[in-house]
């Protein structure tokens, strides 16, 4: 069984669209991130949400909206694509936000290539 | 600034033979210590926590340690499945939500 799962894998849209990714994980935990890895595989924090709740919000162009409809759900969406937006983009999830055993675990990623 | 920096960048081994990676770390105020193992086109998998300087983890062929400015995660006579890139984080104790700030991570190839 899959523990953090993303859809879909691989996106390749034209500048200016709007895309969505979704993110599930079914390990019943509280705390779910989203993540870029760029070109040279540098991996950063986007957003983080806690039971719903959006808890962590780095900079990230507005055109980024995550939207958490229960706290097993986690998705991504994405207004006015840009070039610079290519990357991979990774879901995870944790226990809790804070303490001991919130480890993450992450899902297998979205390569998202802007033409 | 507080700053992850993990060296060297790349790394070819020999099977079977030993080595260490190095995770530094400018941080004030370290909540955790997290190893990653990242395979080409998958996402990270989780190796190690470390919490406190002189704590050790192992498993399989991987030993974590940590002391007050870095960690190593030594390997011991690698085999050719143990190639990936191996990335490290910091927590921090920041205000009531902590995140992982990550390093740009170690490209380990092991050689048969």
């Known amino acids: 069984d899959t523990a953090v799962s993303q859809t879909p894998k691989y996106l390749v849209t034209q500048m200016g669209n709007d895309k969505s990714i979704k993110c599930e994980q079914n390990?019943?935990?509280?705390?779910m991130y989203w993540y870029k890895q760029d070109s040279k595989k540098f991996l950063k924090i986007m957003f983080s949400?806690?039971?719903?709740?959006?808890?962590i919000n780095e900079t990230v162009p507005n055109r980024f909206s995550p939207k958490s409809p229960d706290k097993a759900h986690l998705n991504l969406h994405i207004n006015s694509l840009e070039l610079g937006d290519s990357a991979v983009y990774f879901c995870?999830?944790?226990?809790?936000?804070?303490?001991?055993?919130?480890?993450?675990?992450f899902g297998p990623g979205t390569r998202l290539t802007v033409l | 600034e507080d700053q992850v920096t993990q060296s060297p960048e790349a790394l070819r081994l020999q099977e079977g033979e030993s080595s260490s990676l190095n995770c530094s770390y400018t941080?004030?105020?370290?909540?955790?210590l997290f190893w990653y193992r990242q395979d080409p086109g998958k996402g990270p998998e989780f190796l190690f926590t470390?919490?406190?300087a002189g704590e050790e983890k192992e498993k399989e062929r991987l030993k974590a340690t940590l002391t007050k400015k870095e960690s190593f995660l030594h390997i011991t006579a690698p085999k050719p499945e143990d190639s990936a890139t191996y990335l490290c984080?910091?927590?921090?104790?920041?205000?009531?939500?902590?995140?992982?700030?990550f390093g740009k991570g170690i490209t380990l190839s092991v050689r048969p």
């Open positions: 941080v004030s105020g370290l909540r955790g």
């Open positions: 470390l919490y406190s």
């Open positions: 390990l019943g935990h509280d705390t």
């Open positions: 995870a999830s944790s226990q809790a936000a804070l303490g001991r055993g919130n480890e993450q675990f």
């Open positions: 984080a910091v927590q921090l104790y920041t205000g009531a939500n902590s995140k992982l700030t």
């Open positions: 949400y806690n039971n719903k709740e959006l808890i």
